[in-house]
C-alpha cells in the first residue's frame, strides 16, 4: 500500500526567505505526485504535478517541485515567500483506480509567515 | 468554466442521524472522488464514482455509501452517525480518459459536526 510521510508538522519562515517542504512516499509503482495547499476554512489548490518526465516541476504561485527517485522524495521549494503563503501543504501519491486516482496524502505541513 | 462545488458549508447533526452531501463537479469532468479529512490531518480516501458506479473505495465501513447522477453530480449518504464522523468532507471531480494521468479538483468541503 501506498504511504506519504511529511516529517515537519510546521515551519515558520521569514517573509522573503525561502521555503522547502519535505515529502517522502512509499510506492511500488511509478509514482504519481501532488502538492495542495489549503488555506483555513478552506478545500484544496493543486500547486504542480509530476506524472513522467523532467523531474524539476513548476507549478503555480512561483512553486517547484523535485522528483528524486533514489530518495523517494518529492520536496516543494519557493525561492522567496509572501505573507499570502502562510497555509498548509500536502503532498500526495496517486494510485490509479479503475477510473482514475486514488490519492493517499501525507498529514500535511503548516506554513507560518514572519513579517 | 464552473469549479467544484458542494453543499451544504457546514452542518451538525446528532449520533445515529443520517446525513447527505452534495458536490456539483466541474464542468467535462466524469469522476467523482470523496476524501474525509478529520481535524489537523490528511484527506483520507473514501469512494470514487465514474459512470453512475462505485470504483475503488477507502477503509471506510459500509454505512458510508455514495451516488453518481448522469450529470456527474454526487452524493456522499452517511448512516448512524457516530462522533468520530465530524470532519471536513472533500469532494474532487476529474477527466477519466483511459489512463492514470488524471488530476483532482478539490470543492470547499462540508463541514460535519457530530454531537
Known amino acids: 500500500a501506498q504511504s506519504v510521510t511529511q516529517p515537519d508538522i510546521h515551519i515558520t519562515v521569514s517573509e522573503g526567505a525561502s521555503l522547502e517542504l519535505r515529502c517522502n512516499y512509499s510506492y511500488g509503482a511509478t509514482p504519481y505526485l501532488f502538492w495542495y495547499v489549503q488555506s483555513p476554512g478552506q478545500g484544496l489548490q493543486l500547486l504542480l504535478k509530476y506524472f513522467s518526465g523532467d523531474t524539476l516541476v513548476q507549478g503555480i504561485k512561483g512553486f517547484e517541485a523535485e522528483f528524486k527517485r533514489s530518495q523517494s522524495s518529492f520536496n516543494l521549494r519557493k525561492p522567496s515567500v509572501h505573507w499570502s503563503d502562510a497555509a498548509e501543504y500536502f503532498c500526495a501519491v496517486g494510485a490509479p483506480q479503475a477510473a482514475g486516482n486514488k490519492l493517499t496524502f501525507g498529514g500535511g505541513t503548516r506554513v507560518l509567515v514572519k513579517p | 468554466e464552473t469549479g467544484v462545488t458542494q453543499s451544504p458549508t457546514h452542518l451538525i447533526k446528532t449520533r445515529g442521524q443520517q446525513v447527505t452531501l452534495r458536490c456539483s463537479s466541474q464542468?467535462?469532468?466524469?469522476?467523482v472522488s470523496w476524501y474525509q479529512q478529520a481535524l489537523g490531518q490528511g484527506p483520507q480516501f473514501i469512494f470514487q464514482y465514474y459512470r453512475e458506479e462505485e470504483n475503488g473505495r477507502g477503509n471506510f465501513p459500509p454505512r458510508f455509501s455514495g451516488l453518481q447522477f448522469p450529470n456527474y453530480s454526487s452524493e456522499l449518504n452517511v448512516n448512524a452517525l457516530e462522533l468520530d464522523d465530524s470532519a471536513l468532507y472533500l469532494c474532487a471531480s476529474s477527466l477519466f480518459a483511459g489512463q492514470g494521468t488524471d488530476t483532482q479538483y478539490f470543492g470547499p468541503g462540508t463541514r460535519l459536526t457530530v454531537l
Open positions: 464542468s467535462g469532468h466524469n469522476t
